[in-house]
């Protein structure tokens, strides 16, 4: 972040200075006390279980110039700058605001059910063979991680890809303003949180509250194939709306020729042949997103090539390691029935000759449609693996979605993470592959950790 002066700061948050420090201003902000730099803003945040309040002082070790408080009731550390604010994460997300404000730079943000983080890494990939990029790093997509990007803005950035998460309606509201994007992508409408949201129309508005800062001269980039994104029309809304897909009517950007295999995925868009080194065919999805942008922004075909082949995948998803002359796919970040279905059939394609294991555990806040999802996904699998590790107490319905269809004898259930490594390292065999996906709280990482042992 660039230097904003202690008065500023004060202006910007309409908070007050109560301790006078040694520095007037700050060049960087921290939530996490042990990531603050010289010169920092310490911002302690009162969470469930923890107040941040409590390491102000350590903060200050650190070396921050500068901390928030909402309350006078503390013995601060001498030599830094106190202000006092009513609310912490207000005043943090009023400066991030401001810093995005200071840059009249193009802004992507993006969302969806399923796809987005790895949409948005693609979308930087490519865009950073010509643009010097920032993007969202890690799973910081929320009202606390959204603002940490938006100080990491500098001068020499020329585009920004910010990531949106949501569980609820309103999430996304409470950081659009700070965000205040150009174009806003939305990968698909799926049913990721379907148990507080209850329908896919409610999930569809509220991954539409990405569109709210948006008018005249935007872009809502869509995916051209969802039946729930087609019923954002151009015509009723201030922005312009482009689709890109492989099956769908007026599509901006289509994929056509489309080849998925053990060696990744190829297709043809407007006459232009691209390749894209994982397979699966929500991978062509993510790709064209990438591709529409690249073009939009005056990018050629070999610097959008060149930005698919420099893809690395955020943490936990679609990592493929070598793993005892076994395969693995690492997807354990998250799941959903759409994303358990795309993840199988890149298990489909990259193990073609060889053994399929399918390692799957708990889709999580799916509600009512808990165990038809999970049957669902049961019977799906035992069409694309030979083997198929349930891992969870829902997780007992992919067993039974399998049914006839993967003899017992291929279809094992355990409790949690570490039986199935234990598990999974007896089963496992030298040119198996094997794909490990869950929803985060599961922590498949471990049964990962368990077989590398």
Same mark, same amino acid.
């Given at each position: ?36 730099e010289k010169n920092d803003l310490f911002i302690p945040i009162k969470g469930e279980k923890v107040d941040g309040h409590r390491f102000i002082e ?19 550390? $001498? ?44 979308i930087a990939s490519v865009l950073s063979q010509k643009y010097n990029t920032l993007k969202t790093q890690g799973n910081f997509n929320n009202e ?18 910010? $990531? ?30 379907? $148990? ?217 259930? &355990?409790?949690?993470? $570490? &039986? ?34």
């Amino acid at each position: 972040m660039e230097k904003v002066s202690l008065e500023q700061l004060v202006k910007i948050t309409e908070g007050r200075l109560i301790q006078k420090g040694k520095t007037d201003w700050v060049t960087g902000a921290a939530i996490d006390s042990r990531k603050i730099e010289k010169n920092d803003l310490f911002i302690p945040i009162k969470g469930e279980k923890v107040d941040g309040h409590r390491f102000i002082e350590t903060a200050a070790e650190k070396g921050c110039s500068t901390s928030f408080t909402e309350t006078e009731a503390l013995d601060f550390p $001498e030599g830094i700058n106190i202000v006092l604010v009513e609310s912490c994460l207000e005043a943090m997300k009023a400066l991030a605001k401001y810093n995005r404000e200071r840059y009249d730079i193009p802004v992507i943000a993006v969302t969806g059910s399923s796809g987005k983080t790895t949409t948005k890494d693609l979308i930087a990939s490519v865009l950073s063979q010509k643009y010097n990029t920032l993007k969202t790093q890690g799973n910081f997509n929320n009202e606390y991680g959204i603002p940490q990007t938006l100080f990491n803005l500098q001068p020499e950035h020329e585009i920004a890809v910010i $990531e949106m998460g949501m569980d609820h309606l309103n999430d996304i509201r409470k950081s659009i303003g700070e965000v205040r994007p150009h174009i806003g992508v939305i990968t698909n409408i799926g049913t990721a949180h379907i $148990e507080i949201l209850k329908t896919q129309d409610n999930i569809l508005a509220a991954k539409k509250e990405i569109f709210e800062t948006m008018g005249a001269g935007d872009i809502a980039l869509l995916n051209g194939d969802d039946v729930y994104l087609n019923k954002i029309r151009e015509d009723e809304e201030p922005f312009s709306v482009a689709r890109v897909g492989i099956r769908g009517a007026g599509l901006s950007l289509k994929a056509e020729q489309v080849e998925s295999s053990a060696q990744g995925i190829r297709f043809e868009a407007d006459g232009e042949h691209y390749h894209f080194a994982y397979p699966g065919i929500h991978n062509v999805y993510n790709c064209l997103t990438a591709i529409w942008l690249g073009r939009y922004y005056q990018m050629t075909h070999d610097e959008i090539q060149h930005g698919l082949d420099a893809f690395k995948p955020s943490g936990n998803r679609m990592d493929i390691v070598k793993v005892k002359a076994a395969t693995v796919i690492n997807d354990s970040y998250n799941a959903n029935p759409d994303a358990m279905k795309a993840a199988l059939d890149m298990l489909w394609d990259m193990g073609k000759g060889s053994r399929r294991l399918a390692v799957l555990g708990d889709m999580l806040e799916m509600g009512e449609m808990s165990e038809t999802g999970h049957l669902e996904i049961g019977a799906y699998a035992a069409e694309k693996a030979d083997v198929l590790i349930a891992v969870g107490p829902e997780s007992k319905a992919y067993i039974k979605g399998a049914g006839a269809s993967l003899a017992d004898e291929r279809c094992f259930w &355990s409790a949690d993470a $570490e &039986s199935a490594g234990r598990l999974l390292k007896k089963l496992m065999a030298p040119g198996d592959v094997i794909l490990i996906k869950a929803s985060r709280g599961v922590h498949l990482e471990k049964t990962l950790e368990m077989i590398q042992e």
